[in-house]
């Protein structure tokens, strides 16, 4: 990992944002191309957004990447580009949670603050044979409550990383080296033999399911309408074709019969040339199913979207659904 011993606050930051609900692997590439594009944090939070979305691509979960500019714009134009040193003003900043503002303060500024992740709960739960699920309100506040008890307050940088290598290499969530482990003397779960039961989880939530109908329409000549998406909603920021929700799957061949096509397309005159395979993504309450839809001929004006040259395409940030499918379509 790049960001490994790494004691600048700007990359430590960049790094744990990047890593939420990312795995390591492909974090790893987003983190080097940000550096790169972006090395300070003042170039981060001068460059424009639509640019920060395109390097974000496909990264997902792109709350982060608002609170990201958020966080980059309110150090550079408030604290003088110069990350705050103090644990509750790091904790303040958009998209900054206990376990990133521990990681910031501990690896860059050799504050006391104790590191709590899924790495962290698991190796709790399994040494002390806690049975508070993980994720819960109540085993928040008692794992949170653990990890400070443990927390080596002289070297807590030191300590932190341990940890975070220990639940990597050795507690790993699935077949842990508990033969060559040094804790396995007293450790709770491996002396009952209940390896598997620790950490106990809350039960998941039932996905949302959404249907989204893409049309794709020629706004004359090479050019296509896009918007960019303003609501509070999944996908804020990045771009999008011409939009119709629905509730449930409509069959291919019943697409031109809906009241939505012939209100706006049928009635004049439009056909439907092709309907793309469903692309589908999977958010965490939402479960997306996503169709491209390419009529016959081209539209003057589509209130609320943009013209854009088809050229140009690439350079607008999409849901990786859409993404995928420009990359992928031999009509764009
Ligand atoms: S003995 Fe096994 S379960 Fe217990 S701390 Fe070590 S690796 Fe984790």
Known sequence: MPWKGESDPYRIWLSEIILQQTRVEQGTAYYKKFISFFPTIVDLA????KDIFKNWEGLGYYTRCRNLIATARIIAFEYGGLFPSAYPEILALPGIGQYTAAAIS???????????????E??????????????????KKEYIRIAADLLDIK??????????????????????LCVHCIQARDCYAFQKGMINKFPLKKPSLKRKKRWLYYFIV?????????????????WQNLYEFILWETGKIIPQDKVHKTSFFRDNFGKRGFCIRHISEAFSQTLTHQSITGLFVHLNKPLDKVPGYQSVSKESLMEYPFPKIISDYIKNSPFL
């Open 46 to 49: 001068n460059a424009s957004e």
């Open 106 to 120: 501990s690896f860059a500024f050799g504050l006391p603050y104790a590191v709590i992740d899924g790495n962290v």
């Open 122 to 139: 698991r190796i709790i739960a399994r040494y002390f044979g806690i049975s508070t699920p993980v994720g819960s309100a109540a085993g």
């Open 155 to 176: 070297n807590p940088a030191v300590y932190n990383q341990a940890i975070m290598d220990f639940g990597a290499t050795i507690c790993k969530p699935q077949n842990p």
């Open 218 to 234: 020629n706004a004359g000549k090479d050019k296509i309408w896009i918007r960019e998406r303003t609501e509070k909603d999944i």
